[in-house]
């Protein structure tokens, strides 16, 4: 069994806009002088288990990809794709592009969260090769107001338990031959899912759930970087102790 992982980052970060980072799309902003994607990619490099790495980007920006990854050596293990107009048309991109067997382990993750750890990567790893599909997900420790939209704003319709909801993180993934399966029956159906665990859902595959952590989280908003250079502060001074 082989370990593949998908990046799509052929996204615009439009979300980011507002703040001072409005520069460039945020996969390519500045943690710790280290490119967001580039940290996102070395996180699943150093896990011996991944065998390949395929990122997905616009093609304006494959001449700055590759040369942030030539400049921080991330070697042989790593390649691109073409990206899509969205995730789900990068991700079934690099599903083609990969020379795998249905039995492997491809795993998507979001680019722009570049704090995950190899822990929850090889549970998410373990957990696919034991169930056939799973996700990261962090419980939610907030009360859950189910609402109906408004002219007005919204409207409460019921509380939702806790323990019944938890906030889909990502690595994501399936094997190999059943994720290219559920893309394939979305794209003749028409059907465009908020992340990989909805095309499955919709297949009627279950999928197994795999603790989070608040640190695994996604650059969207100002602010996120210096959250993110917080949380690398925090580590660095633990590990030196």
Do not use: W
């Not at 700055?64 to 073409?82: I, S, T």
């Not at 009360?143 to 938890?166: C, F, N």
């Not at 795999?210 to 996120?224: C, E, L, M």
């Amino acid at each position: 069994m082989r370990v593949f992982v998908i990046l799509p980052a052929a996204g615009m970060g439009t979300r980011m806009a507002a703040g001072s980072h409005a520069a460039a799309p945020k996969q390519f902003l500045s943690i710790g002088g280290v490119p967001v994607l580039v940290r996102s990619v070395k996180a699943f490099l150093d896990v011996p288990r991944v065998d390949a790495v395929c990122v997905a980007v616009r093609s304006s920006e494959r001449e700055r990809v590759e040369a942030q990854f030539q400049e921080f050596r991330l070697g042989p293990r790593v390649h691109m794709v073409e990206g899509g107009d969205n995730r789900q048309e990068s991700v079934g991109n690099a599903l083609a592009a990969l020379e795998c067997d249905d039995d492997d382990v491809v795993l998507v993750h979001d680019a722009v969260r570049p704090l995950i750890d190899a822990g929850t990567i090889e549970r998410t790893i373990d957990a696919v090769a034991r169930h056939g599909a799973a996700i990261v997900g962090l419980p939610a420790v907030d009360t859950i107001k189910q609402v109906e939209r408004t002219a007005d704003g919204a409207i409460i319709t019921a509380t939702i338990p806790r323990e019944l909801i938890v906030l889909a993180q990502t690595p994501q993934g399936a094997r190999v031959g059943l994720l290219r399966r559920v893309f394939a029956e979305a794209a003749a159906d028409g059907f465009t899912g908020t992340d990989e665990a909805s095309l499955l859902e919709r297949a009627g595959v279950e999928v197994a759930v795999v603790a989070g952590s608040a640190r695994n989280f996604k650059i969207t908003q100002p602010g996120d970087i210096e959250l993110a250079e917080f949380y690398l502060h925090q580590a660095a001074v633990a590990g030196a102790r």
